[in-house]
């Protein structure tokens, strides 16, 4: 089975902290995503990586960066954290005709 | 982009068969239809993917008529862990841009009760 492993299931952080948050997968899949999920506003996409060094644009990219140095990880970076960033991040690897595998997440609380 | 368009919640008993229909009336001759089930506080899982006709797995059922125009996740007997919100997701093809794939509509809440 495809593994995908967030680092982090809780964290805590400071507003105007820099917050990695890491992700591996293990299937050798071309194709990583971050989302993010809040109540009422259903799954967002952030960034997407369809491959090494690669990144795309999402729905909501703003006060995010994200990094592929490697195939099987993909870090997503809040540069400045704010409360407003506080919610549940989830990511995934996979491809369009094969599905998508999603870690368990990370719940992120900025205060 | 193909939009999918499912019920907001729907309500069932343990035991019954559960079918779930979603809407993709702009899906691509490329496009593969993909269903996902996810907990609280967890990440969505993949439950059963197809491009047409039938497909079955050990969980569920995937019913896709001729035109491909919606589709049908179809749960056998469910029980009560079988609650949770379940995301039709239609596919943009495997050269295409990936983001355009995983645009996740607001689902369906499935509630089994007892």
């Known amino acids: 089975d495809v593994k995908v492993t967030q680092s982090s299931r809780y964290l805590v952080k400071r507003t105007g902290e820099k917050v990695f948050l890491e992700c591996v997968q293990d299937?050798?899949?071309?194709?990583m995503f971050w989302y993010r999920q809040d109540p009422g506003l259903g799954l967002r996409l952030i960034y997407f990586s369809y491959d090494v060094k690669m990144k795309e644009k999402g729905d909501i990219p703003e006060g995010y960066s994200v990094s592929r140095e490697k195939k099987e990880r993909f870090s997503l970076i809040l540069e400045s954290a704010s409360t407003n960033q506080t919610s549940m991040y989830l990511c995934?690897?996979?491809?369009?005709?094969?599905?998508?595998?999603f870690g368990s997440g990370t719940r992120l609380t900025v205060v | 982009l193909a939009k999918t368009t499912q019920p907001i919640s729907m309500d069932s008993y343990e035991g019954q068969e559960v079918n779930i229909t979603c809407s993709h009336n702009n899906i691509a001759t490329n496009d593969y239809i993909t269903w996902y089930q996810q907990f609280p506080s967890q990440g969505p899982r993949f439950i059963i993917q197809g491009y047409k006709t039938k497909v079955t797995n050990e969980v569920a059922s995937l019913f896709i008529p001729a035109d491909r125009k919606s589709s049908t996740l179809s749960l056998p007997r469910v029980s009560l862990s079988d609650t949770a919100v379940y995301y039709c997701?239609?596919?943009?093809?495997?050269?295409?841009?990936?983001?355009?794939?995983?645009?996740f509509g607001g689902g369906t809440r499935l509630m089994v009760k007892p």
């Open positions: 997701l239609v596919g943009d093809g495997p050269n295409n841009n990936a983001g355009n794939m995983l645009t």
């Open positions: 299937m050798d899949h071309e194709n």
């Open positions: 995934g690897s996979g491809g369009a005709n094969y599905g998508y595998t």
